[in-house]
């Protein structure tokens, strides 16, 4: 929650977990939602940082005990949040995090700020990654779509997938509220 707001609920606060085998040898990921310099000119760009923008970051061991140093894995243009890895296969291994992103950058400062859906189109990404090295295989890829009014720039996503089901949460409505829903 946001300095001086009603506590709320959070989701995917803690990290996300999957164990694979890579060369034959157990290994344990780890992905979260964490801030870091997105200051492409810092030596610490793509670090932890209280001052920084959220990410997805990663963690990788191969006891349990130790991990590697946690780094954001990939950093477009945009806040993510609710990051989620899975592995499949055992000969050649593959690791997949999907995530949703902001299309916009938060506004500097970036600790003073935070991220809504009210203000913010989100978008789900997919990205491959290297389960030896956790290095980006490729850029990630948008896996939304979303139907444009026709004619707009800049585009405008229109107010309905099908009649009467909105395509976005624009009103940011209320889930829960005290246990109560509406």
Known sequence: SAPGE??????????NLVAGAVNGQPKLFAVWQER???NPA??????????????????MS????????RRAVDIPS??????????SGRTNPQLLLAYYQARKELNWPFELNFIS???????????RINPVTGALISPSVQVSQYSLKANTNPPQILDT???????????????????NSG
Do not use: C, H, K
């Open 6 to 15: 009603p506590e709320t609920a959070r989701a995917l606060g803690l990290p």
């Open 36 to 38: 870091v310099d997105v």
């Open 42 to 59: 810092s030596s610490r760009f793509g670090f932890p940082s209280a001052t920084g923008s959220p990410r997805a970051v990663l963690s």
């Open 62 to 69: 191969t006891d349990g005990f130790r991990w590697t140093e």
């Open 78 to 87: 945009g806040p993510q949040v609710q990051p989620v890895l899975s592995i």
């Open 117 to 127: 859906g009210i203000d913010r189109q989100m978008d789900l990404r997919v990205a």
């Open 161 to 179: 997938a099908a009649p009467g089901v909105p395509q976005a949460n624009f009103e940011n409505l209320t889930v829960y509220e005290r246990g």
